[in-house]
Structure formats: structure tokens, C-alpha cells
């Protein structure tokens, strides 16, 4: 087994270089790296140890209560004392305060350590945006400085059985109780939706608080303490992320206060959503960077044939084994400037348009990243990939919800190619590539050719037929862009030959 190593490096190169992080005001290069630094410390020694553990042990449903494998509640009680989980939150609250860029190199290490755990603990920062942005002073009083001080964590209560990908056929019903509000109802697929760790749980539940009829505009946002009229009746048996919890619910006249506006809830649960959606992004960057450390670990030390002058061959001395490693590595690195210039574009709030281009793109492209290296590692591992040993396995496994959960990728694919191009989010786009792609011949044809698809889709009379290959196209468009960017900025890396030889690969493909 390969000890899980934080890909510390690339991400800074990735923030500083590629996505220029310092053109936010509160980019503090020094204690971005101090955090960063520190994280990584204790993902190696904490929480990536118990990864294969958590696997094996998985979560347990124990008289109506979650039990998580062992060593998952003191290595939670590191982390929230670490003050890990006040990261993004503000000071007045207790937490840190710090940047979304620094929040996302921090998200990424903590899933390439132990993506269950994650899970769990991932959607504080969601719910924290979601009360500053909708909450009552009284409600951020009451719970921001719990969830920072990892007192309370959060779920987010969306999926119903008859109510997957379409909410509007949400029934868990919210009905007035005085000043508050009842719910009753079930909702599936919750991560966290229970657990031994924290002291408390909050659930942000979207509820119908109008009538079926209203559809989408009869949802409402509520906080649901866990308490009496909130239960778990079953934990679902998966194919991967087997010690994250993932919870039948069921709401019995379980007490809540509305967030926000009545008939809003959608929008505030948007504020969750978005963020999970860029998360689950990085989710995809970390197991490609994972599979990657695997394989180049296992490939630079099995000796396997023979070179030209007949000495003993490494594994990665053989041509398409050095394919695949290049891949795996290409797709991280890749991957994750995507998604860190994204996050700089939603910081500087600038072009809002592009980021909800780039948001589903991003969730889409880096999902997929993540799976194709791990199926890559399996391969150049050979048979000891398809044994658990090496862990490529999980990692497989546990990839392979980033392109179904925060909304199914297809989903994305319809909504980019249909609504996404109605905006103004399509020509930022291709201002971005332009920016990116530093006008090179090669970049400006690709370029022409996508704007050119771009007017067929938006004259198309059905635009979802073609949504799936416009927006890989699209994807990998915006993927080759940030490989230019990779290979400007490529001396300030601590490996500038590799980057360079990856992007000659990437972009001659």
C-alpha cells in the first residue's frame, strides 16, 4: 500500500500560477501556504489512516443510531479542536475567516486522505453561506458559532423517493406551528444524516410549505435540529464511500424555523448546492491525484521485462504503461486548475454568468477525471490493481458517485447546452479561453470551432440531443486552455520539465 502524501505542490502552483490567486485582496500567499502545510500533516497522520478502515468497517445502524468506524470520532474531535471545520467562517463567529481558494486546497487534500469522512463533515461551509446570506441574526447567532467550532455538523435534506432530480415533486410537508414550523415527511440519500462525532446535527430540510400545484415555488428552507421527530430508519448498503453514512429519514412532526422567504427555499438551497457542486469538483481532482501517486509509486518500482539493452525494465520504462501514468497526472493537474479558476471567478464576482458556465462544467469534466484514473491505476497495476491491497479499488469505488450525486451529469449536460448558452455565460467563456490559451494558433482554431457549434446549438430546435458532445467538447476545450496556462507558468513549479511534457502531450492529443 502507498502512503497517502497531500499533493501539496501542485496545488499551490495551481492557485498561485494558474489561477492567480493573488488577484483577490484577501489572498495571503504565506499563511495560505502555513495552512495548507499543516493540513496536509494531519491528513497523512489522522485522517488517511483510517481510509482503508472506514472501508472495511463502514458505517453501522446500531437501535436507531449511527455508529462510524473506529477511530472516525477522535479523529473528528483533532479536526474540530484543529478549528478545521470554522475554516470559511467568520471571526465574530469563531472561525478563521479564510478564502475559498484556500478552503478548496484544503477540501481536496482532506478527500484524497479519507473522501467518507469528508462527506460527512464537507457541508458545514454550505451551511454556514446559506444563514449569512438568509438566516436571521438570531439563527447565525444560535448556530454558526456551533457548526465552526464543529460542535454541530450539517446534512442537507433534498432527494425523495418519487422526487430524484425533479423537485418538484417534493412531498415531505412543512405545516405552521405558532412562530415555528412541523415537518413531516421522508427524505433518502442524506450524507451525515447521522452520526457519533459531533454533539449535534443540523438539518437544512427543503420542505412544501405551499401546495403540490405550486411546484418549484411552494418549496420552503428549514432548520431541523436532530431531536425527537427525526429518525433514521435505514443506512443504504453502497457500492463505495462505505463509511459515510448515507440515511433513509424520516420527519415526524419534527420542530424547524424557516430560512429565509417562504416559497424561496430553492434559491437558499441553491447557496448549499453550488458549493457542493465545486466540492464534489475537487472530490474528482483529488481521487485523480491519488490513483496517479498509486500507480507512479507502484510503476517506478515493479520490474517488469527487459529495455533495448537488455537490463532488468521498470514498469514504467514500457511505453503504454508511461501512456497511462501521463494520463492519470494530465487529468489532476489538469482537473484542478479548472476548477481553482473557477473559484477565483466566483471570489471576484465579476461575471456571475460565467461562473454558473464554468460550475457544471467543472462538476462534469473533474468527476470524470477522477474516475478515468482510477480505472487508468487498476489497469497499470494489473492484477495486484483488482486486489484491495493497493486501495485502488476504493478509490474507484468511491469516485464513482462524484458523476451521479449534486446532480447527475447528464442533467448538467442538458442544462449547459440549453439554458447555460441563453445567457451571457457562453461568450465569457470564450474570453476566458482566449486568456488562457494565450492566442496560440492551435488554441484560437479549436476556439473557432467551438464558437461555431456554440451558434448551431443555440439555433438547434433540440439542443439535448447534442448536449452530451458539446459539452465534453466544451469541457475539454476549457481543460487544453488551462494546460497552455500550465505551460507558461511552468518554471515555477518545483518539476517544470514534467509540466511541460504534460502539456505536450495534452494538447498535441
Not at 144 to 159: D, F, H, K, Q
Not at 255 to 278: C, I, K, P, Q, Y
Not at 448 to 465: I, K, Q, V
Amino acid at each position: 500500500m502507498t502512503d497517502f502524501a497531500a499533493p501539496t505542490d501542485d496545488i499551490l502552483f495551481s492557485l498561485r500560477h494558474v489561477a492567480e490567486a493573488h488577484r483577490l485582496a484577501e489572498w495571503d500567499d504565506d499563511l495560505a501556504t502555513d495552512i495548507l502545510g499543516h493540513f496536509a500533516q494531519f491528513a497523512e497522520g489522522v485522517l488517511a489512516p483510517l481510509n482503508a478502515v472506514g472501508d472495511a468497517q463502514g458505517a453501522q445502524l446500531e437501535n436507531g443510531r449511527v455508529r462510524m468506524p473506529d477511530g472516525f470520532a477522535d479523529a473528528y474531535a483533532q479536526l474540530a479542536e484543529g478549528g478545521w471545520q470554522g475554516l470559511r467562517a467568520p471571526e465574530r463567529f469563531g472561525g478563521m475567516a479564510q478564502p475559498a481558494l484556500v478552503a478548496a486546497g484544503v477540501s481536496e487534500i482532506f478527500t484524497g486522505a479519507n473522501h467518507a469522512m469528508q462527506m460527512v463533515c464537507g457541508l458545514v461551509p454550505g451551511a454556514i453561506d446559506t444563514l449569512l446570506h438568509f438566516g436571521t441574526s438570531a439563527q447565525q447567532g444560535h448556530w454558526i458559532p456551533r457548526l465552526a467550532s464543529g460542535e454541530v455538523l450539517s446534512t442537507m435534506c433534498l432527494t425523495e423517493a418519487g422526487a430524484g432530480s425533479d423537485l418538484s415533486g417534493i412531498r415531505c410537508k412543512a405545516v405552521r406551528d405558532g412562530k415555528d414550523w412541523r415537518l413531516e415527511g421522508e427524505k433518502i440519500f442524506i450524507s451525515g444524516g447521522d452520526q457519533d462525532m459531533s454533539a449535534g446535527i443540523l438539518h437544512l430540510v427543503l420542505a412544501r410549505s405551499g401546495t403540490v400545484e405550486d411546484g418549484l415555488k411552494g418549496l420552503s428552507l428549514y432548520l431541523c435540529p436532530a431531536a425527537a421527530g427525526v429518525t433514521v430508519t435505514r443506512i443504504e448498503d453502497k457500492l463505495g464511500l462505505h463509511a459515510s453514512p448515507t440515511c433513509q429519514m424520516a420527519f415526524a412532526s419534527a420542530s424547524a424555523e424557516l430560512v429565509g422567504t417562504e416559497g424561496d427555499g430553492l434559491r437558499a438551497m441553491f447557496t448549499v448546492m453550488n458549493h457542493a457542486r465545486l466540492d464534489v469538483s475537487l472530490q474528482g481532482v483529488a481521487h485523480a491525484a491519488r490513483a496517479a501517486q498509486i500507480a507512479r509509486a507502484y510503476a517506478d518500482e515493479r520490474v517488469q521485462g527487459r529495455r533495448s539493452d537488455g537490463t532488468p525494465a521498470l514498469l514504467s520504462d514500457h511505453a503504454d504503461v508511461q501512456r497511462m501514468l501521463d494520463e492519470q497526472a494530465s487529468l489532476a493537474i489538469g482537473a484542478r486548475a479548472m476548477c481553482h479558476i473557477a473559484f477565483v471567478e466566483m471570489e471576484r464576482a465579476e461575471r456571475p454568468d460565467l461562473v454558473a458556465f464554468l460550475t457544471p462544467l467543472c462538476k462534469v469534466f473533474c468527476s470524470e477525471a477522477g474516475i478515468r484514473a482510477a480505472d487508468l491505476g487498476i489497469q497499470i497495476l494489473g492484477g495486484y490493481g483488482y486486489l484491495n491491497e493497493y486501495q485502488l479499488g476504493q478509490v474507484w469505488r468511491d469516485a464513482r458517485i462524484t458523476s451521479i450525486y449534486e446532480g447527475a451529469n447528464g442533467i448538467h449536460e442538458r442544462s449547459l447546452a440549453t439554458r447555460g448558452l441563453k445567457g451571457a455565460g457562453a461568450d465569457q467563456f470564450e474570453d476566458l479561453i482566449r486568456a488562457l490559451g494565450d492566442r496560440s494558433d492551435r488554441m484560437m482554431a479549436d476556439l473557432a470551432d467551438w464558437a461555431g457549434w456554440c451558434n448551431r446549438m443555440r439555433e438547434s430546435d433540440a439542443p439535448e440531443r447534442d448536449a452530451h458532445a458539446f459539452v465534453q467538447a466544451t469541457a475539454r476545450l476549457f481543460f487544453k486552455a488551462c494546460w497552455v496556462r500550465c505551460a507558461s507558468v511552468a518554471d515555477h513549479h518545483p518539476q517544470p520539465d514534467r509540466i511541460i511534457a504534460l502539456s505536450e502531450r495534452v494538447l498535441s492529443s
